[in-house]
């Protein structure tokens, strides 16, 4: 599936991925290819992005609060914030 992360100045990811892990203002929830259509507010935390099925490649960032939308196979976020998370975190 397609994951976009987009901020207000510009876009910080662009690419196929195997799932995204979201901070949802309900708790945490993850996104797989397939997944229902859908739309969510997300509130500041992590956004882990899984590379691959085996979740050994991944890229996380520090967001502030957003919405998600999925549809058609495409995941796009859009944040007021991010930046690249510190390895190990």
């Known amino acids: 599936m397609n994951l976009e992360i987009l901020t207000p100045e510009r876009k910080l990811y ?15 929830f993850e996104v797989l290819e397939k997944h229902a259509p859908m739309v969510s507010a997300l509130k500041a935390g992590k956004l882990k992005v899984l590379k691959d099925k085996s979740m050994s490649d991944t890229t996380s960032y520090a967001i502030q609060g957003g919405f998600v939308e999925v549809f058609h196979n495409k995941v796009t976020v ?3 914030g991010a930046v690249p998370a510190e390895a190990g975190r």
């Open 14 to 28: 662009n690419g196929e991925v195997y799932g995204v892990q979201l901070p949802g203002v309900d708790g945490l």
């Open 78 to 80: 859009l944040v007021e």
